[in-house]
C-alpha cells in the first residue's frame, strides 16, 4: 500500500508540492534545487539576495544567519526565528517566509535602525560578520517585542526602544562571531535598543558628542517594532488557500521526502530505493554543522513534520518533548517549571548558539551523542534527571531510560528516538545542578567536560547535616562514548553525609572512572574539571566547614548554579569607556566619521568577492590537498561516489601554460612558493591539484572524494620543527638589508652582569587568521590571453605579478580587482595569491 | 576572439531588453498593450517613463549644454521611431518578439500637427540656435562681390538626404547593477564620459556612481557617439530598478529607426562670377533637418561653412536655418556637416562651370585658393604658407597630361558608345579639424610591461595602434631593445572612472590628441628614468636592459605610473587638411547603373603616424562616402518613421561597387611641429572625396543628355543620393523612346543600335 500510494501521490501532487517560499517578500519557488540544497546556497545562487555570508559552514560564525518565519494558517499566528542558512535545507522551508539583512533594509527603502546603529556605533570593519549581526541583533527584538511575550515584565518599553533588555542584548550575538571590533561596539548598536540602558553607558558614536551632548533616544535612528514586515500577506493567502487541500504526505518531489506520520515513515524505509548511504533523514540538518557529508545525497526524508515526534505533553509526572522539538522550543518549556526543569533550561541555553538552538532538535542532538559519540550536554543533563525515551524500532516501540538508551549499541537508520520524557522531581529534598565548562561561556562551543548531578537528601538542610538518600552523577564529553554515571563514587556516596574526607574519596573515585579516551586533548585538564564540578556540589551539601566552590575556572566558565547572591562573573555586563581626543584643526580630516559603507555592509548590500554575479559559465574549483609533509605525489583517484560524479576535471601542474610556471606565490626577490606540490607534496596540506565542478559544493564534496597515492621513496624524512630545522641546517638566508642589528658588545654587557640567568627558554605557537570571509577569487578570461582576477586580497599588485608569472602572459595581460577584504590581517597577503593563481 | 560588448559572458540573472517605439510623429500615448500572443507572454516587465528614480530625470542623450533629448517619449511621442518603453525579458530574441506584440494607442487630441520638413519648420519657425561661439563666420561684403560679377546664377537650389551609420554591431549596451547605487555600464560608444553623465542624470546619482567601459566599438562613424547613449541609459535604468543586469542589443530594424543619421540639407544659393570663372560672391540658404533635440546639430552649420569655402568664393554671405523637426533627431555622421558643405561648393562650381560652358575642374583650379585667400576663409586656421598643399595635389592630378589625356579618352568614348557613357572629374578637398585636449596614462609593470590609457575610443581607426607606437617611441631612449618595446605595450579599455576627461572620439583628431598625451606621459617616465639608467650603465658599462632598468626603478620607488592631460596650444587648435581626387565612372544610360572605372585619390597626411592604418581610413571613408553619394537612400514614409529598415532596402558599397580601380596616394606636406609629430588627421576628411564620384557621374549623365537631346542638357541639378533610378531619370526615362524616335524620323537610313 505505503509504496503504491507514495508513488502516485508523488506525481498527483507533483505541481502543487514544489517548495513555495518567500524572500524579503517576494515569491520564490525551489524548483528543481537538488535537495541537498541549503537555503544559503539557494539564496546566494537563485535569489539576489548576497547579504548572508558563507564564512564557516558548520552553524558556528553567524555570517549567514538569516530570520525565518512560519505562519499557522488555524491561529492566524506569524513565529519567526533566526536560523543558520548554511545548514538549513531549503528543502525544509515550504511555505515559510525568509528574511535577510537587506529584508529589513537597503539603499533603496531606507536602511533599518539596527543597520544605522551599528554604523553610528562604529561596528562594523570589514563588514563580512556585519549583515549576520544585524540579523541576530533583529531576531532578538522580533521576540523581544513580539506582542503578547512577556521577557522583561509586561511593561511596555519607554518610547523609542524595545522590552529587550541589556543582558538579553549580550546574548543576542553570542553565536555570532566577529574578527575585527572586538565586538564592544555591536553590543553597544544593540543595547542601544535595550529597554533598561542607560544611553549614557553607550560607547562612541556618531548620534552624540560624548561628554558633550546628552545622550538622547531621539539622537538613534528610529526604531519602532513591527516595521518590518516578516510574512508577506501572499504567502498567507497561498497557505490559506492550500488548507483544505490534502497535502501530500510524501512527496519525493525533487529527493525531498517529508512523512506526516510514523507510519509513512516506515512506508519510507520500506520502499526499494531507501539506502542509507544515499538517503539522508533530517529534522533541521544543523546535525551536518558537525558531522559534516562526506557525500552528496539524492534523496532526503525530513522527519519534522510528523505529529508524533512534535508533542510536549506536561502532567503531574513530568514532561515529555517529542524529538523534533527544537532546543530553544524545549527552554522556553523547561523555563516554566519546577528548579530542576529550570536548571535543564539554562543549562540547554548554553548549547550551541541561538540561531541554531532555534531549529536544533533535542531529539537529534540525543541520537548524535547515543550513534556518534557527539559530546552532548543535553544527553548529560538529561540523563542527570532521570529522562527516559521512547524508541521506535522496526518492529516495536521502546521504552527506555536514557542510560540504557546511551549504552547500547549505535542504533540503525531506520530506529526513531520518539520522545523523551525528564520525570517532574518536585523540589521537595532534591538537589540539582548541571556544569559545563567550554571556552566560551555563553555557549557556541562543546564543553571540555559537562557533569549533571541530582541528589536526593534527608536531614536538616539549615543544619548542614544532609544525608544523601541516592544520587545521580553524570559527566559526559571528556573523551567518552557518551554520557556515563560515575556509579562507583555515587554507591560510595549513598548515606552519606558530606565531610572533607567523604569528598576526597569521591574524589579518587571519580578519578579511576574518568578516563578520557586515547587521542583526547588535554585529558589531565578534563579529569580536574571533573574532579572540580563534583567537588563544587558535594560542597554545597556539605557542612559549613566546607568552603562552598565559587568554581571561576580560567576562560571564564563556571558551575551552573548560583553564587550565593553574588554576581557570577559570566553575568556581568559589558561595560565600556573609550576616551580620545579630537581635533578639527584638518577637518574633516580628524573627524569620527563613520565608516566609509558600513550601512551597506550592514545591509548586506556591499559586494564581496563571492557576492559578485557569477559569470555564465562559471565553474567552480576547490583544492586537494596533500595530507603528507615530504612524499611523491603517485597519483590522484577519486573514490566511487555520488560527488566524485561531479568531477569536471581536475587542474594539476601540468595545465600550467608553456611559458608559465609553478609559482603561488612570491614577494620580489625573496623566493617563490610552488602553486602545485609537484611533483613531491613538500608540507601536508599543500596544494596537490584543483577539483572543478558545476557548483562550490559539488567541488567541495568531490574534493573530498580524491584519494592520493603517496610513496616516499628516495626522499628525506620531513623536516617539521624548529628542532628538525637546527639539525639538519635548514634555513632561509635573511637578506642583509631585512636582517636585525645586534646592539652594543654582549660580552662586555654580561661581564657587567651580578646575576645571570643562563638558558631561559620561552615558546609561542602559531594562530591562524580567521578572517570571515576566508580565501576567495573569481578570475574571468579575456581576449588575447588576459585575464581579470577579482581577489579577496591584500596585495593585489603581487597577485597581478604571480599570476603572470604562472600563467607566462606579460603583466599588462592581468587585471586585479579588489573592492573590499572581508578581514585580512595579513591572511589576505601572500596566502591569498595561491586561490587568484589557481 | 576579440571582445565587443555583447560578446562578454552574460552575468548571472541577466535580462534583456527591446525598444518599443512610438509609429506617430506627435501624439500622446495614451496606453502600451501587447498582443495576446506566445511572444508576449515572455514579456517580464515593461520599463517606461515611471521608472526613472525619483532624483533621476528622463533624458536619453545631452551634450553639455546644448540640451537634451528625452528617454522616453512620455507623455507625448515627439516623433516617429522614438522609445515609449523597454520590453524586459528573459532573452534577447524573447524580448524582440515581445516588443513586436506591443499595440500603441495614440491620440493626437489638442497637439499642433507633426512638423517633418526643412519647409514645414520655416513655416513654423522652428529652429534650434547655433550658440555664438559655434557660428560660422560670413567673410567680406557680399553685396560688393555680387556687385563684381559679370553672371549670376539667382535661386539654385540641391538637396542631400540623410545617410545611416551602418556600423556592423548595432546599438548595444550592459548595464550591471551594484552596491551602493552604483552601476557599471559596458557600452559600445564613443563617448564614454558622456555616456557616464547622462547616466547617472537620467538615475539622479552622482557621477562617480556610474563606471561605463568601453573596450572597442564595432563601428562608430558618430552613430556611436550622441545615439549610443539611449541604450545605455535604457539598460541603466531597466537594471537599477530591477537590480539585475540589463542587456540590449538591437535589432537592425529597430537600429535603422531610431538611429537618426545624417542630416539632410537643402541649400539654395545664388552666386556670382566673371566670365573667366572667378568668382566673385556667394549667399547660401542653408536650411538643415536637425529632428528633435539639438543632439549635435549646433556644430553642423560652422562644419558645413568650413568645407564649403574650399573655393575663394570673393566674399561669402549665407543665413543658415537648423530645423527643429519631429523626426528622429539627426547626428554626427562621419564628416558631419562637411561632406554636406563640400558637395554644395562642388554643385555650385558645377553650375557655374555649366552656365559659362567651361571645362569645370578649370574653374575649380581657377577658384582654389591663394595662400592669402585661405587665411580670408579660415583665419589662423589656414596655417602657414608652406602646408598649404591642396594646388600642388590638385596639379598633380587633374593638370596632368594624363589627366588631360584620360579626359580625352573619355569623351572618344562617348562619342562612340551610346548606351554607355563615361565621365571624369577632379574634386578638391579642404577639411578643418579642431585639436581638443585629451588625457593619457602610461604604466610600467613590474615586468616591464607596459599598461596605456588614453582618452579615446578604438573605434577600429587605429587609435590604440597608433598610442602603442607612440608609448614605444616615447620611451625608446629608455630601452636598448626600441623595437621590442613596441610588443610590451597594451592600451587597456576606456574606464571613466580610472581616467577621466576622456571626452569624445570624433573629429578625427583623437588618435594624434591621444597620441600626444601618451608621449607627454612619457617624457614624464623618462625624466624619472633616465638617471636610474644612467647610474646602471655607469656600473655596469653597458646598455641597461629595460628589465633591469624597471627592476631597478621600482627599487628605488619610482613612481612608474605617469598621467597627462595634453591642451593644444591656444595659437593652434584648428588645422586644415588637404585632398583631392580624380573619379571615372560609366553609366548605363538603359538602367541608371553606375561603374566606377577608377578612382585616384592623394590626400596629404602629413607625417602619417601609421600609413597602413591611414591608409585604411582614406580607403574605407571614401567607399562610405560613394555610399552616401550614390546609392543609400534612408527613407522614411509620410510620418517621418524610416521604411528603409534593413539589408533588403538600405544599400551601402558592397565589394562589386567599389571603384575597378582604386589608387591612393599619401603625400606629406610640409612638417610642421605644431601638429603632433606633423601627422595630420585621416578619419573623416577622405570621406568628402567621394563627391568625385558623384561629379563624374553628372559628367557622363552631361554627355547622355547632350546625345539624347534631352531639355537643358549641361544645367541639372543631382541631388545626394544619386541612385540608380536619379541616374536615369537625369539621362531621360525615355531615353529608349528618343532614341527609336530618332531613327524613325531618319528611317531611311536605319543605323545599328551601338
Not at chain 1, 576547490?622 to 590522484?636: Q, R, W
Amino acid at each position: 500500500w505505503a509504496v503504491r500510494a507514495m508513488g502516485s501521490l508523488g506525481k498527483d501532487a507533483a505541481a502543487g508540492e514544489r517548495v513555495v517560499l518567500a524572500v524579503n517578500g517576494a515569491r520564490h519557488e525551489a524548483a528543481g534545487v537538488d535537495p541537498s540544497t541549503t537555503l544559503l546556497e539557494f539564496l546566494r545562487t537563485r535569489t539576489p539576495v548576497r547579504g548572508p555570508k558563507l564564512g564557516c559552514g558548520e552553524g558556528g560564525c553567524g555570517a549567514c544567519v538569516v530570520l525565518i518565519s512560519k505562519y499557522d494558517p488555524a491561529t492566524d499566528e506569524v513565529t519567526e526565528f533566526s536560523a543558520s542558512s548554511c545548514l538549513t535545507l531549503v528543502g525544509s522551508l515550504n511555505h515559510c517566509s525568509v528574511t535577510t539583512s537587506e529584508g529589513i533594509g537597503n539603499t533603496r527603502d531606507g536602511y533599518h535602525p539596527v543597520q544605522q546603529r551599528l554604523a553610528g556605533f562604529h561596528a562594523s570593519q570589514c563588514g563580512f560578520c556585519t549583515p549576520g549581526m544585524c540579523m541576530s541583533i533583529f531576531s532578538s527584538l522580533v521576540k523581544a517585542d513580539k506582542p503578547g511575550t512577556t521577557t522583561a515584565g509586561d511593561h511596555a518599553p519607554p518610547p523609542g526602544f524595545s522590552k529587550l533588555t541589556c543582558a538579553e542584548a549580550e546574548h543576542a550575538v553570542s553565536g555570532n562571531l566577529c574578527r575585527c571590533t572586538g565586538y564592544r561596539p555591536i553590543l553597544d548598536a544593540c543595547k542601544s535598543f535595550a529597554a533598561d540602558v542607560d544611553l549614557e553607558d553607550l560607547g562612541l558614536n556618531s548620534f552624540w558628542k560624548k561628554g558633550t551632548d546628552r545622550a538622547d533616544v531621539g539622537k538613534l535612528p528610529e526604531y519602532s517594532s513591527g516595521s518590518v514586515c516578516t510574512f508577506p500577506e501572499f504567502l498567507k493567502s497561498e497557505i490559506k488557500g492550500q488548507m483544505n487541500d490534502v497535502p501530500a504526505a510524501i512527496a519525493g518531489e525533487d529527493g525531498w521526502y517529508h512523512p506526516r506520520s510514523i507510519q509513512e515513515l516506515h512506508s519510507l524505509f520500506d520502499s526499494n530505493w531507501f539506502d542509507e548511504n544515499s538517503v539522508k533523514i533530517v529534522a533541521s540538518n544543523t546535525g551536518a554543522g558537525v558531522y559534516k557529508d562526506q557525500d552528496l545525497y539524492d534523496k532526503y526524508i525530513d522527519i519534522k513534520g510528523i505529529a508524533e515526534l512534535s508533542v510536549i505533553d506536561r502532567n503531574s509526572k513530568g514532561l515529555e518533548i517529542g524529538a523534533a522539538v527544537s532546543i530553544s522550543k524545549a527552554i522556553e518549556v523547561f523555563s516554566d517549571g519546577t528548579p530542576v526543569f529550570r536548571k535543564i533550561a539554562s543549562h540547554l541555553s548554553k548549547v550551541a548558539s541561538p540561531f541554531v538552538r532555534n531549529t536544533a532538535t533535542v531529539g537529534g542532538n540525543v541520537i548524535m551523542a547515543q550513534r556518534l559519540q557527539f559530546p552532548s550536554d543535553i544527553a548529560t543533563v538529561l540523563l542527570a534527571a532521570g529522562s527516559t525515551v521512547t524508541i521506535q524500532t522496526a518492529s516495536k516501540m521502546l521504552c527506555l531510560t536514557l542510560d540504557e538508551f546511551l549504552e547500547q549499541p549505535p542504533c540503525d537508520a531506520k530506529t526513531i528516538l520518539l520522545s523523551i520524557f525528564v520525570p517532574d522531581w518536585g523540589s521537595d529534598n532534591v538537589i540539582f545542578e548541571t556544569s559545563r565548562v567550554a571556552p566560551r561561556p555563553f555557549g557556541n562551543a562543546v564543553s571540555y567536560v559537562n557533569s549533571a548531578f541530582l541528589a536526593r537528601t534527608s536531614g536538616d538542610g539549615a543544619s548542614g547535616e544532609l544525608i544523601i538518600e541516592d544520587i545521580c552523577l553524570a559527566f559526559g564529553a571528556y573523551g567518552v562514548d557518551h554520557t556515563t554515571r560515575a556509579r562507583k563514587v555515587e554507591e560510595f556516596l549513598k548515606g552519606q553525609s558530606v565531610s572533607a574526607p567523604v569528598i576526597l574519596e569521591a574524589v579518587r573515585l571519580l578519578k579511576d572512572t574518568i578516563m578520557p579516551s586515547e587521542g583526547t586533548t588535554h585529558p589531565e585538564y578534563r579529569v580536574s574539571l571533573a574532579v572540580s564540578f563534583l567537588f563544587s556540589f558535594l560542597s554545597s551539601l556539605g557542612n559549613n566547614q566546607i568552603e562552598p566552590a565559587k568554581a571561576i575556572a580560567p576562560n571564564g566558565s563556571c558551575a551552573n548554579g548560583s553564587m550565593n547572591g553574588q554576581v557570577a562573573s559570566e553575568d556581568l555586563q559589558i561595560r565600556s569607556r573609550q576616551e580620545l581626543v579630537f581635533n578639527d584643526e584638518y577637518k574633516p580630516v580628524g573627524k569620527p566619521i563613520t565608516k566609509s559603507g558600513a550601512e551597506l555592509q550592514a545591509s548586506g548590500e556591499a559586494v564581496y568577492v563571492d557576492d559578485i554575479p557569477a559569470p555564465k559559465d562559471c565553474i567552480y574549483g576547490a583544492f586537494i590537498y596533500s595530507t603528507h609533509p615530504h612524499a611523491h605525489i603517485k597519483g590522484v583517484n577519486f573514490r566511487p561516489s555520488l560527488a566524485s560524479e561531479k568531477v569536471i576535471g581536475v587542474i594539476t601542474a601540468k595545465d600550467i601554460p608553456a611559458g608559465g610556471k609553478n609559482v603561488g606565490a612570491g614577494i620580489n626577490m625573496l623566493g617563490t612558493e610552488a602553486l602545485f606540490g609537484d611533483p613531491v607534496s613538500e608540507f601536508a596540506g599543500q596544494n596537490i591539484g584543483i577539483v572543478i565542478a558545476e557548483t562550490q559544493k559539488y567541488a567541495c564534496m568531490a574534493a573530498k572524494q580524491a584519494v592520493i597515492e603517496y610513496s616516499t621513496e628516495n626522499l628525506q624524512p620531513p623536516i617539521l620543527t624548529i628542532e628538525d630545522a637546527i639539525r639538519h641546517n635548514s634555513y632561509f638566508q635573511i637578506p642583509p638589508y631585512f636582517a636585525p642589528r645586534p646592539v652594543g658588545d654582549f660580552e662586555q654587557g654580561m661581564s657587567q652582569a651580578d646575576h645571570k640567568i643562563l638558558s631561559g627558554e620561552v615558546k609561542l605557537e602559531s594562530q591562524y587568521y580567521f578572517y570571515m570571509e576566508t580565501q576567495t577569487a573569481l578570475a574571468i578570461p579575456d581576449e588575447d590571453n588576459c585575464i581579470t582576477v577579482y581577489s579577496s586580497t591584500q596585495l593585489p599588485e603581487i597577485i597581478q605579478n604571480v599570476v603572470a608569472d604562472c600563467l607566462g602572459i606579460p603583466y599588462h595581460n592581468v587585471r586585479v580587482i579588489t573592492r573590499r577584504v572581508g578581514g585580512g590581517f595579513g591572511g589576505k597577503g601572500m596566502k591569498s595569491t595561491h586561490v587568484s593563481s589557481f | 576572439e576579440a571582445m565587443y560588448v555583447d560578446d562578454i559572458p552574460a552575468p548571472k540573472d541577466c535580462l534583456y531588453g527591446a525598444f518599443m517605439y512610438s509609429t506617430h510623429p506627435h501624439a500622446h500615448v495614451k496606453s502600451v498593450n501587447f498582443r495576446s500572443s506566445l511572444a508576449s507572454e515572455k514579456v517580464i516587465t515593461v520599463i517606461s517613463a515611471k521608472d526613472i528614480p525619483v532624483g533621476g530625470k528622463n533624458v536619453g542623450s545631452g551634450f553639455r549644454m546644448l540640451g537634451e533629448e528625452a528617454l522616453f517619449g512620455d507623455p507625448v511621442s515627439e516623433f516617429a521611431g522614438q522609445n515609449i518603453g523597454i520590453v524586459i525579458a528573459e532573452t534577447q530574441k524573447y524580448a524582440y518578439m515581445a516588443a513586436k506584440q506591443a499595440v500603441i494607442d495614440y491620440s493626437t487630441e489638442n497637439l499642433e500637427p507633426p512638423i517633418l520638413t526643412i519647409e514645414d519648420a520655416i513655416q513654423h519657425n522652428s529652429y534650434f540656435q547655433t550658440p555664438p561661439f559655434l557660428a560660422p563666420r560670413p567673410v567680406g561684403d557680399i553685396d560688393q562681390g555680387m556687385s563684381q560679377a559679370d553672371h549670376k546664377i539667382l535661386s539654385g537650389e540641391v538637396k542631400l538626404e540623410s545617410q545611416y551609420y551602418f556600423y556592423m554591431e548595432t546599438q548595444t549596451a550592459l548595464a550591471i547593477p551594484d552596491e551602493d547605487n552604483c552601476i557599471t555600464v559596458y557600452s559600445s560608444t564613443q563617448l564614454p564620459e558622456i555616456i557616464q553623465n547622462v547616466v547617472a542624470d537620467c538615475l539622479g546619482i552622482p557621477y562617480h556612481n556610474v563606471r561605463v567601459i568601453t573596450r572597442r566599438v564595432g563601428g562608430g562613424f558618430g552613430g556611436k557617439g550622441m545615439k549610443s547613449t539611449h541604450i545605455a541609459c535604457a539598460c541603466a535604468v531597466a537594471a537599477f530598478k530591477l537590480r539585475r543586469p540589463v542587456r540590449m542589443y538591437l535589432d537592425r530594424k529597430t537600429d535603422m529607426i531610431m538611429a537618426g543619421g545624417r542630416h539632410p540639407m537643402k541649400a539654395k544659393y545664388s552666386v556670382g562670377f566673371k566670365s573667366d570663372g572667378t568668382l566673385t560672391a556667394l549667399h547660401v540658404d542653408l536650411g538643415i533637418n536637425a529632428g528633435i533635440s539639438p543632439d549635435l546639430s549646433p556644430f553642423i552649420p560652422a562644419a558645413t561653412i568650413a568645407c564649403l569655402n574650399k573655393y575663394n568664393w570673393g566674399a561669402l554671405a549665407f543665413d543658415i536655418k537648423l530645423c527643429k523637426t519631429n523626426v528622429s533627431s539627426k547626428s554626427a555622421v562621419r564628416a558631419p556637416g562637411d561632406v554636406q558643405g563640400s558637395f554644395i561648393a562642388e554643385a555650385i562650381i558645377e553650375h557655374v562651370a555649366s552656365a559659362l560652358g567651361a571645362d569645370t575642374n578649370a574653374v575649380r583650379r581657377k577658384n582654389l585658393h591663394s595662400v592669402e585667400s585661405l587665411t580670408k576663409f579660415y583665419g589662423d586656421a589656414a596655417g602657414d604658407a608652406p602646408t598649404y598643399s591642396l594646388i600642388d595635389i590638385f596639379d598633380k592630378l587633374a593638370s596632368s597630361p594624363e589627366y588631360r589625356s584620360r579626359a580625352e579618352a573619355v569623351e572618344r568614348f562617348n562619342g562612340g558608345s551610346r548606351w554607355k557613357k563615361r565621365g571624369i572629374s577632379c574634386v578638391p578637398i579642404t577639411y578643418e579639424v579642431a585639436l581638443r585636449p585629451t588625457p593619457g596614462k602610461v604604466s610600467i609593470l613590474n615586468d616591464g610591461s607596459i599598461a596605456v590609457e588614453v582618452g579615446g575610443v578604438e573605434l577600429g581607426q587605429g587609435l590604440y595602434t597608433k598610442v602603442k607606437q607612440m608609448t614605444a617611441f616615447g620611451l625608446r631612449e629608455l630601452c636598448p631593445d626600441a623595437d621590442g618595446l613596441l610588443d610590451k605595450v597594451r592600451v587597456i579599455q576606456a574606464d571613466t572612472l580610472s581616467l577621466i576627461q576622456g571626452s569624445f572620439t570624433g573629429g578625427s583628431t583623437t588618435s594624434e590628441s591621444s597620441c600626444e598625451a601618451v608621449r607627454q606621459s612619457c617624457t614624464v617616465l623618462f625624466e624619472r628614468l633616465k638617471p636610474i639608467k644612467d647610474s646602471l650603465e655607469a656600473k655596469s658599462g653597458a646598455a641597461a636592459p629595460w628589465s633591469a632598468l624597471i627592476a631597478q626603478a621600482k627599487m628605488a620607488s619610482v613612481n612608474l605610473s605617469a598621467h597627462a592631460y595634453w591642451k593644444p596650444d591656444p595659437a593652434f587648435v584648428k588645422y586644415i587638411n588637404y585632398g583631392a581626387a580624380v573619379s571615372e565612372v560609366e553609366i548605363d544610360v538603359l538602367t541608371g547603373a553606375t561603374t566606377i572605372m577608377r578612382s585616384d585619390l592623394v590626400y596629404d597626411c602629413g607625417q602619417s603616424l601609421n600609413p597602413a592604418v591611414d591608409l585604411g581610413q582614406v580607403e574605407g571613408a571614401f567607399v562610405q562616402g560613394v555610399g552616401f553619394f550614390t546609392n543609400e537612400d534612408y527613407a522614411t514614409n509620410a510620418d517621418g518613421l524610416v521604411v528603409n529598415d534593413g539589408t533588403w532596402t538600405y544599400k551601402i558599397p558592397t565589394v562589386d561597387t567599389i571603384p575597378k580601380q582604386f589608387n591612393v596616394e599619401l603625400i606629406s606636406s610640409a612638417r610642421d611641429k605644431k601638429r603632433v609629430l606633423s601627422s595630420k588627421a585621416s578619419g573623416e576628411p577622405p570621406l568628402l572625396l567621394a563627391a568625385s564620384v558623384h561629379c563624374a557621374m553628372r559628367e557622363a549623365i552631361r554627355a547622355a543628355r547632350t546625345d539624347f537631346s534631352v531639355n537643358s542638357p549641361l544645367t541639372f541639378q543631382m541631388d545626394v543620393p544619386a541612385t540608380m533610378a536619379d541616374v536615369k531619370e537625369l539621362c531621360g526615362l525615355d531615353v529608349v523612346e528618343r532614341h527609336l524616335q530618332s531613327l524613325s524620323s531618319a528611317a531611311e537610313v536605319p543605323t545599328p543600335v551601338a
